[in-house]
Each structure stands twice: as structure tokens, then as C-alpha cells.
């Protein structure tokens, strides 16, 4: 009975800090005392936000940005306790959770998205070293292996234009194709790709193929039926050498032969 009203009150405690317009603080506990309760918790992830999710926060004035903080704090059930990973809690809300009014943004999932990749990729556990590779290798005759700390992505606005003073309200006709990456030496970066780059990128990250550079422009001339697709071919070998400059094409396969 001890160990269920200690709970209780806890629950009542955190039900309040997180939704104090709509839940009562506990019996017992002074006003005064709550407040600094409900005032640092809050902060603390409102801050967290505006630094996690800048140009979301610039398209806000005080009022509506505390609005969607606060019911962000106050609904949505966070599965982690780590402040680095509450950038993606956010996001999840505002995919699942978030009830747009009329004056939101279209894209504040995607824009939102978009600002988050650059947390969670320096998150990643992955590590180029960890990854078996010819960094000289023949790009073009050999399969191209491609980093896991290079992420394409894929959004309906153009969500690396979005800032305060360009608020775009309608979709363009073509999808944004990004690569976010991290290069040898940490640090992150973004590359906008055109629609035939995006692709190439999609059939050499799909390990089951194993595609060398040439098969895989081959590939992509196919599906474009190109009239010339040597043209395609050199173009793409082009972009593949800039890739691995930027650590992006980390090299080729290292193919071990059976010995005989």
C-alpha cells in the first residue's frame, strides 16, 4: 500500500508538470514549490528543441511555438530517457501524433525530418573503419561500396530552401533527393542530388546487387532509355569519383579468391 500511494504521487506529480493548465498538482505540495518543477522541465525541452530544430523555430512566433512545445510535452509518451535521442521523439510526435492547425506549415514534418537527420546520423554507431574496402579500387569495372554513414533521402518540399523568409505552400512538381553524410573524420554534411544521381545512389547502397560503377549507369541509362548511354556512363563516373572524395563512395568490394 506504501510502495502504490508513493507511485500515485508520482504519477500525479509528472501528470502535472507535464499538463499543469489541466491537471491539479499533488495534495500537500505548495504551489511555489511546484513551480520550479513545471518551469525547468519545460525549459529544459523547449530549449532542447529550438537548438535541435532552428529553422522550424524561426517560422514561429513565441506564442505558437509554445503552443506546439507545450503539447508536444504535454501528450506525447517519449519511449527514451536520453536528451540526444528526443529530437526523433519530436519528429514521431509530429508524424503521429500532431494535429496541424490552419496555420502551420505544410512540410513541418518533413522540415522537422530534415533538421533531425543531422543529430541522428552523429549518433550513428556505424564507423567507416569497420567497413571492409579497396579505396583505390576501379570504380567503374569493381562493386562500389557505399557508405553507411551516407543516408539518401527523400521529401516532397524542398526542405533545404525552407527558412523564415521563404515559406514555400505548394509542392513542386519533382521530389528533393538529399545525401546527408559523414565523412572520415565526423564531420556532417548534405549534397542535393538530381533525380538520375538519386538513383544511381539507390541500386550501389543495395548490397544484394553488388554493381559495379559501369553496371549500375548502365542500369540507370536503361531506365531512362537514353539514346547514348555512354553519356550516362561518364557523367556518372564522374559523380562517382566526387563521392569518394567526400567520403560518401568509400572504394569497391575486396573480393577474396578461393585458393585453387
Known amino acids: ?68 512545445i507545450r503539447d508536444y510535452f504535454s501528450r506525447h509518451n517519449a519511449k527514451t530517457p536520453h536528451f540526444p535521442e528526443m529530437a526523433g521523439e519530436f519528429v514521431y510526435y509530429l508524424l503521429n501524433e500532431f494535429i496541424p492547425g490552419d496555420d502551420d506549415p505544410a512540410f513541418i514534418y518533413e522540415l522537422a525530418h530534415y533538421e533531425w537527420m543531422e543529430t541522428a546520423l552523429s549518433l550513428s554507431k556505424d564507423c567507416i573503419a569497420d567497413v571492409s574496402f579497396n579505396s583505390r579500387g576501379d570504380l567503374r569495372y569493381e562493386p562500389v561500396v557505399i557508405s553507411p554513414l551516407a543516408w539518401l533521402l527523400s521529401y516532397e518540399w524542398p526542405v533545404h530552401t525552407i ?13 528533393t533527393w538529399i545525401i546527408i553524410y559523414r565523412d572520415a573524420q565526423d564531420d556532417v554534411g548534405f549534397i542535393q542530388l538530381n533525380p538520375v544521381t538519386a538513383r544511381l545512389f539507390q541500386l550501389l547502397e543495395d548490397e544484394s546487387r553488388s554493381l559495379s560503377g559501369e553496371q549500375a549507369l548502365e542500369l540507370v541509362a536503361q531506365e531512362l532509355n537514353h539514346p547514348r548511354p555512354e553519356v550516362i556512363i561518364s557523367g556518372g563516373m564522374d559523380t562517382l569519383k566526387q563521392l569518394r572524395a567526400k567520403d560518401i563512395v568509400l572504394g569497391t568490394a575486396i573480393i577474396r579468391r578461393q585458393a585453387e
Open 163 to 175: 527558412s523564415r523568409d521563404y515559406r514555400p505552400t505548394e509542392k513542386p512538381d519533382q521530389p
Open 1 to 68: 500500500m506504501l510502495l502504490s500511494g508513493f507511485r500515485q504521487i508520482q504519477y500525479d506529480f509528472a501528470a502535472h508538470i507535464r499538463d499543469p493548465e489541466n491537471v491539479s498538482g499533488p495534495d500537500g505540495i505548495e504551489d511555489r514549490r511546484m513551480a520550479v518543477y513545471r518551469d525547468l522541465f519545460y525549459n529544459n525541452v523547449e530549449n532542447f528543441m529550438a537548438t535541435g530544430f532552428p529553422v522550424l523555430r524561426s517560422l514561429y512566433d513565441e506564442d505558437a511555438w509554445h503552443l506546439l
